[in-house]
Each structure stands twice: as structure tokens, then as C-alpha cells.
């Protein structure tokens, strides 16, 4: 069974830093594209950025692009998101999510952890 | 970046009835679209892609068209388990992009 667990979320000050932290499992992690995509509170869905298997392909949104870096361990089956400068409109719940094989949509994800920006 | 729009923003439908929800993209994503539900308090669930194949374990009254620029998700027949939030998303071009949902509540 394909499990995704994330972690790290935490209430953190403007201009903050975090790192989540999503543990894979049910599946081989080091072949799969990896996402993580955001809901802010009472919102719909947005995405945040990908990583492939090989780490060699990684996109990020505009919204977040130079504040936040995606990244892997294959060893480790954890997908990360490095998050700095964070600012209120980052608050979100943060859910990390398989790319289906051969395809960039995510076809499993996990139940997300929360991120609140406030002082 | 493709823009996806989505109507209605809420569907108030009877138990039983047929549920159609609409999704129309900026500009072509060929057939690179798939349709996630999502309840209260959870994490979407995948229910079609490529626009109009079902992922495993959805039941059949789950039916996804469409192709270019429009595209429909219907509800043969409403579960109680159906009413939810529905998302439209393309994957034909970076970055992935959502519709804004429609809800389906119960009427």
C-alpha cells in the first residue's frame, strides 16, 4: 500500500524558516516524480513544485520560486521542502504527492501537515 | 500559465441524480487532465486522468469527456458519499494548474 506521511509543520514568524519533511512508503520512491503542492485555508489547490527521480528536472511555482528548494534522499525515501522567508500567504496545509508513473499528475497523496506564517 | 476555470462553483443535487461539472482551460491541454475529489478535513483523491479514464478502485458512475479545451466530469448517479469538493487539473504544460473546485452538496 502506498503511503505518504508528511511532517514538520509548525507555526513559525514571518521571514521564518522550515523544513517538511514527507515519508514514503508501499513503493519504490527512488523511480517516481515527486510533488508537493499547497491549500491555504478555505482555498482550493495549488501547486508548489516537483522533483524527479534522478533530482536532475526541478520546477518550482512563481510564488515560491527562490525561497523554497525541493529535494530528495532515494536512500532515505523522503521527499524534503526546504521553506525560507516565509511569509503570511505561505500558511497552508502542505501535502506531498507521487507523480503517476510516466506522467507529471499525482495519483497519491498524503494526509498533509500545517504550515501557519504568523507572529 | 493555463488558467482553468471551473462551474458551477457549487451543485445542489438530489441523492440519485446525475451531477455534471464542468472545466474549461485557457488554451488546449490536449487530453492531460485529471479530475480529483476531496472531502472535508482530507487529502484529494484521483478519480480520472488522461480526461476520461477512471483511477483504480473509482466506481463506474464516475465518468470523465473532453478534450482541447473543455471538459466534463458527470455523476451518473448521486451517493451519499459523492457530495464533496471536485478539482479540474492539467498536466500538459508546467506549471500544474487547478480549477478553483466545485462543490456538490446535497439539495
Known amino acids: 500500500e502506498v503511503q505518504l506521511v508528511e511532517s514538520g509543520g509548525d507555526l513559525v514568524q514571518p521571514g521564518g524558516s522550515l523544513r517538511l519533511s514527507c515519508a514514503a512508503s508501499g513503493f519504490t520512491f527512488s523511480i517516481f516524480l515527486m510533488h508537493w503542492v499547497r491549500q491555504a485555508p478555505g482555498k482550493g489547490l495549488e501547486w508548489v513544485s516537483r522533483?524527479?527521480?534522478?533530482?536532475?528536472?526541478?520546477t518550482y511555482a512563481d510564488s515560491v520560486k527562490g525561497r523554497f528548494t525541493i529535494s530528495r534522499d532515494n536512500a532515505k525515501n523522503t521527499l524534503y521542502l526546504q521553506m525560507n522567508s516565509l511569509r503570511a500567504e505561505d500558511t497552508a496545509v502542505y501535502y506531498c504527492?507521487?507523480?503517476?508513473?510516466?506522467?507529471?499528475?499525482?495519483?497519491?497523496w498524503g494526509q498533509g501537515t500545517q504550515v501557519t506564517v504568523s507572529s | 500559465e493555463i488558467v482553468m476555470t471551473q462551474s458551477p462553483a457549487t451543485l445542489s443535487v438530489s441523492p440519485g441524480e446525475r451531477a455534471t461539472l464542468s472545466c474549461r482551460a485557457s488554451?488546449?491541454?490536449?487530453?492531460?487532465l485529471v479530475w480529483y475529489q476531496q472531502k472535508p478535513g482530507q487529502a484529494p483523491r484521483l478519480l480520472i486522468y488522461?480526461?476520461?479514464s477512471r483511477a483504480t478502485g473509482v466506481p463506474p458512475r464516475f465518468s470523465g469527456s473532453g478534450s482541447g479545451t473543455e471538459f466534463t466530469l458527470t455523476i451518473s448517479s448521486l451517493q451519499s458519499e459523492d457530495f464533496a469538493l471536485y478539482y479540474c487539473?492539467?498536466?500538459?504544460?508546467?506549471?500544474?494548474?487547478f480549477g478553483g473546485g466545485t462543490k456538490v452538496e446535497i439539495k
Open positions: 522533483i524527479n527521480a534522478e533530482e536532475t528536472t526541478i
Open positions: 488554451q488546449s491541454v490536449s487530453s492531460y
Open positions: 488522461g480526461a476520461s
Open positions: 504527492a507521487r507523480g503517476a508513473g510516466g506522467f507529471s499528475y499525482a495519483d497519491y
Open positions: 487539473q492539467q498536466y500538459d504544460y508546467w506549471p500544474l494548474t
